[in-house]
């Protein structure tokens, strides 16, 4: 028997340059791979009609290359494949687990008042199990015919990450049943990257653990497709030097601007090193020596310390390492 090509994916979304966070998070995906003899795949999640935009995607590309992060074979963009996950979507709907679900966010929240649901004053937006129809002309899936949902049956996954441990998701009581076609007639985020997934062979997920409660549910949603789920790897995300999450709205620690005023890669990448514990200090580092210098198991370590509290953050003196001027 061949042993098995591990396989990670590179998946940024097209809505905005990348920010520092977003670069740490597939930097390390990229080195672990790198170091580790896995084959990389590059997709674009290009879904969201309303926020992707084709000149963000040339952006990001050429951003990845000027670190030095390469990937094997052509990029996917997951706009060109929607043929594809409506016949992913084939099974579901014979299984019965498929029904179309016209709700808006407001009727959703009135719903779950009138059924007294657990988090109904909170103004939750899920679709619950008691929410499902009763009549058998909305099961199945038919493309425009707005919006469908998944049933995603109550009871914790269990999902064993590779450097935070297992970790339980209610992914019924988080997600509800959630919307899997949209009424664009493209696929949701959590069908599309399951599908892909599946279909390009990833064996392991690197991405921030923002994701986390996310793999609950798309290891379901692989379950239910006859799959087996990847090996998950969430890391820490990047906070600011005041503690908040970095946000590509926020425009000032992108890519670009960083580049505009005259970073170099390496000082990029030195200065994640450290966010990473992989250095003391954030001296120069190309992306072959992060490659060279990344440990799984010290990552782990690090990962692991996040999960009690400890948050990476920027440092002000980093600013002007970089020349930005928050
Ligand atoms: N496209 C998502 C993002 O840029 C990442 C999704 C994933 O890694 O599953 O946030």
């Not at 290359?65 to 099974?91: F, K, N």
Request: aromatic fraction near 4%; charged fraction near 30%.
């Amino acid at each position: 028997m061949t042993p098995e090509r591990r396989t990670t994916r590179l998946a940024p979304s097209p809505t905005g340059d990348l920010h520092l966070g977003n670069v740490r998070s597939l930097l390390v995906g990229w080195a672990l791979a790198r170091r580790l003899g896995w084959n990389v795949v590059l997709r674009m999640e290009d879904l969201d009609g309303d926020r992707c935009r084709a000149e963000w995607e040339a952006v990001i590309i050429e951003g990845l290359r000027w670190l030095g992060i390469d990937w094997d074979g052509p990029e996917r963009r997951q706009s060109d494949r929607i043929d594809h996950y409506a016949s992913a979507m084939q099974p579901l709907s014979e299984a019965g687990l498929v029904f179309s679900c016209q709700r808006s966010r407001r009727e959703l929240r009135a719903a779950a008042e009138a059924l007294g649901a657990p988090h109904a004053g909170e103004g939750s937006t899920i679709s619950t199990v008691a929410m499902r129809p009763t009549s058998p002309d909305r099961m199945g899936f038919t493309r425009r015919t707005g919006n469908h949902r998944l049933m995603v049956d109550p009871g914790p996954e269990t999902v064993r990450d590779q450097l935070l441990g297992e970790r339980e998701v209610d992914v019924s009581g988080r997600f509800g049943d959630p919307i899997v076609w949209t009424r664009r007639d493209t696929p949701s985020y959590q069908l599309a990257v399951v599908v892909d997934d599946l279909d390009q062979g990833v064996t392991d997920v690197v991405r921030a653990s923002d994701l986390l409660p996310s793999a609950g549910l798309q290891q379901r949603i692989t379950g239910l497709l006859g799959g087996d789920a990847p090996r998950w790897w969430h890391l820490p995300l990047l906070l600011d030097e005041r503690g908040r999450r970095l946000a590509k709205r926020d425009g000032d620690l992108t890519l670009g601007r960083l580049r505009a005023e005259g970073a170099r890669p390496e000082m990029i990448i030195g200065l994640l090193a450290r966010t990473c514990e992989m250095q003391e200090d954030a001296g120069p580092m190309t992306a072959d020596e992060f490659v060279g210098g990344l440990d799984p198991e010290r990552l782990r370590g690090w990962a692991e310390r996040d999960g009690s509290g400890h948050r990476d953050r920027l440092r002000a003196s980093d600013y002007d390492l970089l020349r930005i001027h928050p």
